[in-house]
């Protein structure tokens, strides 16, 4: 306190519309464990998955048994070698989360000897799907891609020339047509691929978006609080310090001077007992609404009176006008943050409140004539902090410092043309 004198005259359950749905996170969790966008505060465990490579190797040995016979003369049937290639591409999924680029690249490779052998057609081709997929919605869009653009690449060695010195015995060339089919289900993978991903990361940012929020909503709900005790601590802790002083001075010649210092120092305790409790209570109950109303301009002859308890005398010109909750409440803190310095850090004995109204605005003004005192120093410092602060959250001003002619002002501009719902601006 003693410093903003000395200075001043110095100079949480969430939608889909949220998250990830759990296949998508299932399928594409990245190889670190940690969402992609650095959303998650720590990394977590990748889940090895044995369920879905299980479930996919079953479908693709089944699968392909159909294919085989579906056709039948036209390709190589079905032996040992080409189960264990069914087999081992469909096992490398199981590392998919883990080493996406070497999985889109291995179950490609397989695929591609796969194809060069003359075995059927079938769904091989899905473990090369659900590889890129991963691989792409883990950030390695390049890797998936080339594994691709590879596997296309030999099927038309394959299909076009190739052919000739590989079995199936007596294949004819593919028809270029079919390479179009190629071409469209890699682009529809690498698409779906892709808007995954863009959601993923979208959902990421989202995340991010309201967890920053969540803190800075706990940080102003901080410093509101912190203002609040300050205020009512400050206020009322220097009536009760002003009065014991006297109270102690007093003692034994005066004994009923001091005995009403006495009721003056548990009359103030009392009332910021009441306002702690207040303050406490939205911390207990943060959803309910407050048991007693906040105070404002109207309790300003409690002020005044308290003041006069700590041998101040104010003087207070203009009416309290009509104001909505917010701008109330931090109007009577300035008034009371004021008239505590007063007490605290000025010479004199007396103090004026003007309060003015006209264009959209309430200008509040407290005036002493000083000098200042060096009693209490120490003091925090921030006070002339706490009152800017209020009123910058309402779009308003303070402006404090010592007058021309001696003494201090602090001059308040607060806007008075929010409606009775208006709440403090967030501090950007």
């Not at 490779?109 to 899905?126: D, E, H, I, K, N």
């Not at 007693?292 to 101040?312: C, I, N, S």
């Amino acid at each position: 306190m003693e410093e903003e004198r000395t200075q001043g005259r110095g100079g949480p359950g969430q939608r889909w519309s949220h998250r990830p749905p759990r296949l998508l996170r299932h399928w594409g969790e990245g190889g670190d464990g940690r969402e992609e966008g650095g959303a998650d505060p720590e990394p977590r465990a990748v889940r090895w998955p044995w369920r879905s490579t299980v479930l996919l190797t079953a479908f693709v040995l089944v699968g392909s048994n159909f294919a085989a016979h579906a056709q039948e003369g036209e390709r190589a049937p079905l032996d040992a070698f080409a189960r264990v290639l069914l087999v081992f591409a469909s096992g490398l999924l199981l590392w998919r989360q883990r080493h996406p680029v070497a999985v889109v690249f291995g179950t490609a490779s397989t695929a591609a000897l796969y194809l060069g052998a003359g075995y059927p057609y079938g769904p091989v081709f899905l473990t090369v799907a659900v590889a890129c997929f991963t691989a792409v919605v883990a950030g390695h869009r390049r890797a998936a891609w080339t594994a691709l653009g590879l596997l296309w690449a030999v099927h038309l060695l394959v299909a076009h020339w190739l052919y000739r010195w590989l079995p199936p015995a007596g294949d004819d060339a593919a028809p270029y047509g079919q390479e179009i089919v190629v071409a469209g289900w890699a682009v529809a993978i690498v698409a779906v691929a892709e808007l995954a991903r863009t959601r993923r990361e979208q959902w990421a940012r989202e995340r991010a978006e309201r967890a920053q929020a969540a803190r800075r909503r706990a940080d102003e709900e901080r410093l509101r609080i912190a203002r609040e005790l300050h205020d009512v601590l400050a206020h009322s802790l220097s009536v009760v310090n002003v009065q014991s002083g006297v109270g102690l001075a007093l003692l034994d010649s005066d004994p009923e001077q001091a005995r009403t210092a006495l009721t003056t120092i548990k009359s103030a305790s009392k009332e910021a007992l009441g306002e702690v409790r207040q303050v406490l209570d939205s911390l207990r109950t943060p959803g309910d609404a407050p048991r007693t109303p906040a105070p404002g301009l109207d309790r300003l002859p409690e002020l005044v009176e308290q003041a006069a308890r700590a041998g101040l005398t104010v003087d207070v010109a203009g009416r309290p006008p009509r104001l909505s909750p917010h701008t109330d409440l931090a109007a009577f803190r300035i008034v009371q943050e004021a008239l505590t310095n007063v007490v605290r850090h000025s010479g004199s004995r007396h103090a004026r409140v003007g309060l003015e109204q006209g264009g959209g605005t309430l200008r509040l003004r407290i005036d002493d004539d000083g000098p200042a005192t060096g009693a209490d120093a120490g003091g925090s410092g921030n006070g002339l902090a706490g009152m800017r602060e209020r009123a910058a959250a309402l779009g308003g001003t303070i402006e404090a410092g010592p007058r021309p002619d001696g003494g201090f002002q602090v001059l308040a501009v607060l806007p008075t043309r929010a409606g009775e719902n208006q709440r403090p601006r967030r501090n950007q």
